[in-house]
């Protein structure tokens, strides 16, 4: 990865410039990290499994009353 840095007149470091690229991959490797930390958090609760036909019949009722 090519990186540049921006710097004050003391050479102390404010910002990096990297190619966009390098960016992007970055952006989904953080994505995917946080997809991972929620799915291990999900994993820890209490798993509570409904039937999809029960879970459809909750969601068109929901809709019925917020109409």
């Given at each position: 990865m090519?990186?540049?840095?921006?710097t004050?007149?003391?050479?102390?470091?404010?910002?990096?410039?990297?190619?966009?690229?390098?960016?992007?991959?970055?952006v989904?490797?953080?994505?995917?990290?946080?997809d991972?930390?929620?799915?291990?958090?999900?994993?820890?609760?209490?798993q509570?499994f409904?039937?999809?036909?029960?879970?459809?019949?909750?969601?068109?009722?929901?809709r019925?009353?917020?109409?």
């Amino acid at each position: 990865m090519t990186t540049q840095f921006v710097t004050d007149d003391r050479g102390k470091k404010l910002a990096v410039i990297l190619p966009i690229k390098d960016y992007n991959k970055m952006v989904d490797d953080l994505e995917e990290l946080e997809d991972i930390k929620l799915y291990d958090k999900a994993k820890q609760g209490k798993q509570e499994f409904i039937d999809a036909e029960e879970v459809f019949k909750e969601i068109e009722e929901s809709r019925t009353i917020n109409v």
